[in-house]
């Protein structure tokens, strides 16, 4: 008997791990498939990416490779990376299916909204960097350079440089979902983080010296855009935060009402 008991007590084990490894080889799987398919493209999709830093180099002076086998393994990296990127949707959607039936009901409803702006979020923070930022920094890089030196760029070091950018502007968009997450699963409440505002706001200002040139307009840049999005945060957490409180005595009160007539001894029969 303890033997079965044995069995039965490691089998949910070997059916989560089972998943989780299947779960993983169709993130790998999808990663691959996007990356066969963008592979041809790499050397467009590595000019498009040096498109910002390009516009402000002087007229004849062209980025350089420093590296042997740079010109091939450059694009390689970024399209392998661009794959990862554009599976993070799938990736999230596997994820999302290994842990939903752990959750109850009202943590699926918030979940949910949750992935996709998450995903949303990151994107636009990705594009942010791209479409704004990228133009300021590198025209003021272009601006300071000293006379008598050839602004030529290495494509290995700009790639490493802008994937960086990418990322730390990705997961800086990320601020209202974590700002909500903190006041839904109870870690501080909406009036510590209102009465924290004035720190919140040196320290985007920080991140922003940071990231960006020595410049105020960068800087201001990408202080002010975490800084509303904290706030957007704050408002989500707030509103969400007073629907939870009656949903949950709500259901509180149905799933009593549900259980009562199960506790109940069944009628007397005449």
């Given at each position: 008997m303890s033997q079965v008991s044995d069995n039965d007590q490691e089998m949910p084990l070997v059916s989560h791990l089972t998943e989780l490894r299947t779960r993983l080889l169709r993130i790998v799987g999808a990663v691959?498939?996007?990356?066969?398919g963008l592979f041809y493209f790499s050397q467009e999709i590595y000019a498009l990416v040096a498109a910002p830093l390009r516009a402000y180099l002087p007229e004849g002076a062209t980025m350089i490779a420093t590296g042997v086998a740079s010109p091939f393994l450059t694009p390689f990296k970024l399209t392998m990376m661009v794959a990862l990127f554009l599976s993070i949707p799938i990736i999230l959607h596997q994820v999302w299916g290994f842990i939903a039936p752990g959750l109850y009901k009202h943590e699926k409803r918030i979940a949910i909204p949750l992935l996709i702006s998450s995903i949303l979020l990151f994107?636009?923070?990705?594009?942010?960097?791209?479409f704004v930022v990228f133009p300021i920094m590198f025209g003021f890089f272009a601006s300071v350079t000293p006379e008598g030196v050839e602004m030529m760029t290495d494509i290995g070091q700009y790639l490493d440089f802008v994937l960086t950018l990418f990322f730390a502007f990705g997961v800086a968009f990320e601020i209202p979902v974590a700002t909500f997450l903190l006041i839904w699963v109870g870690i501080v409440d909406v009036a510590a983080l209102r009465k924290g505002r004035p720190y919140v706001i040196v320290g985007c200002f920080a991140v922003?010296?940071?990231?960006?040139p020595p410049d105020v307009l960068s800087q201001t840049l990408l202080a002010v855009p975490m800084w509303l999005l904290f706030e957007a945060g704050l408002l989500c957490g707030t509103l969400v935060k007073r629907r939870s409180e009656h949903e949950t005595d709500a259901e509180a009160e149905a799933e009593a009402a549900e259980q009562e007539p199960n506790d109940q001894p069944p009628a007397p029969q005449p």
């Open positions: 691959l498939l996007l990356f066969s994107y636009g923070g990705m594009a942010f960097a791209y922003g010296m940071v990231l960006t």
